[in-house]
């Protein structure tokens, strides 16, 4: 789970990260009313969740409250990468002297937190590291070791005078403790500026939350925001089906995150693109069944449905009946192929040939459906 620039930056403020002050705005009424209490120049922010918000125009300076709201007026609805902008965050503007980017990243294949550092913030990362690798400065922690100085001292070896690394030291401890204390992925600044007054601070904050971890942080968890998603991701997650949109025309059903994975394959094998992929888990009773179609044939780019079960713990004949129940109960555009294997697989093709529909072809094995389904959606 992602979280707003705000709330990632509530979060490291509770880490001793210093930011700006600043307040949430929906109009550009209240965008005066924020400018006004925090008196001075602010920065009106969009806050979407993606990046490149300042060369997209979502993020602008005002120097008094009514210039505060003009700001906001432009950038409220804007479209960020295929993000409306609804929330501003209006915090009192800082000046800058230099920009850094600094960031607490999981490692997966070394098996540790990856702390990034450059003195060339501001701009996006992919950028520094594909122009002047040399110039971001990576260290592993060692996560039964933590944060210790030793890090410190090589991430930021040369950087700024004593009174600006101590700052850095101590926002990086702040920010590997916020990393591992949050179960974060990811904890991004950038930039972390140096003020002409040589203070340092977050003038931005990427903070990714693991989902997997969300049941242990009730107040992270409390701040997923549902508008954002996408909306038949979201539908799916409430009737407990997993769905993940893909490009291509083939919908994919499977039981089970291997088959289905498996499914998506061969759907490329037999020449087709897959439109996404629903995963019934383990259970494929007759209600997930339906909510999958459901999900599933809601997606506009689905030209065939490629329904690939195999049955161990799930039994086929009851996916069968699912099926059936399901093409009962919403009408279906789009043909439907079937390959069943494994408990009960032989009776559930009879309950669907039984069916006597049209629309819905059975086939033996997983590339000869995949073949069947390609072909329809042709
Ligand atoms: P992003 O483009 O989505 O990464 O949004 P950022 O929050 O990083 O803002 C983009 C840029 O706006 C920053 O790199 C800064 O250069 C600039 N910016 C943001 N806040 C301030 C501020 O308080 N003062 C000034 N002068 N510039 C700011
Ligand atoms: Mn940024």
Redesign the pocket.
């Known amino acids: 789970m992602d979280l707003y620039e705000y709330q990632g930056k509530e979060l490291l403020g509770r880490y001793g990260v210093p930011v700006s002050a600043g307040r949430l705005a929906s109009t550009p009424d209240e965008a005066r009313r924020a400018a006004e209490e925090l008196g001075g120049p602010v920065v009106v922010k969009a806050q979407v969740l993606t990046?490149g918000r300042?060369k997209a125009g979502g993020v602008k300076l005002a120097g008094s409250p009514g210039e505060a709201a003009a700001r906001a007026e432009e950038i409220l609805g804007l479209e960020i990468r295929g993000h409306v902008v609804r929330r501003l965050w209006i915090e009192s503007a800082a000046e800058i002297e230099r920009e850094y980017y600094l960031a607490v990243t999981l490692d997966r294949g070394a098996q540790r937190a990856l702390l990034m550092f450059t003195t060339r913030g501001g701009v996006e990362i992919e950028q520094v590291v594909a122009e002047s690798p040399e110039a971001l400065v990576r260290v592993h922690v060692d996560p039964l070791e933590g944060f210790e100085p030793h890090h410190a001292r090589e991430l930021l070896a040369g950087v700024g005078d004593e009174r600006e690394r101590l700052q850095l030291e101590a926002i990086a401890t702040g920010l590997y403790r916020c990393f591992v204390e949050s179960d974060a992925t990811l904890c991004e600044i950038?930039?972390l500026i140096v003020t002409p007054e040589a203070q340092v601070r977050a003038l931005?904050a990427k903070v990714t939350i693991d989902d997997s971890a969300l049941f242990r942080h009730s107040d992270l968890a409390a701040l997923d925001d549902p508008s954002a998603a996408d909306p038949l991701e979201v539908r799916a997650r409430e009737r407990g089906v997993i769905y993940v949109k893909l490009d291509g025309s083939v919908g994919i059903v499977g039981n089970g995150a291997g088959l289905s994975m498996a499914t998506v394959d061969v759907v490329v094998v037999a020449g087709g693109r897959p439109a996404n992929f629903c995963d019934l888990g383990g259970g494929g009773s007759a209600a997930g069944v339906v909510a999958a179609l459901e999900v599933i044939s809601s997606d506009r780019q689905v030209r065939s449905i490629l329904f690939n079960i195999f049955g161990g713990i799930t039994r086929c004949d009851e996916v069968a009946r699912g099926i059936l129940t399901a093409l009962d109960e919403i009408s279906l555009a789009v043909p439907i192929v079937v390959r069943l294997d494994g408990t009960n697989a032989e009776e559930g093709r009879r309950i669907l040939a039984a069916g006597g529909r049209a629309d819905l072809h059975v086939e033996p094995t997983m590339l000869a459906a995949a073949e069947r389904a390609v072909e329809l959606a042709a």
């Open positions: 990046g300042g950038n930039p931005d």
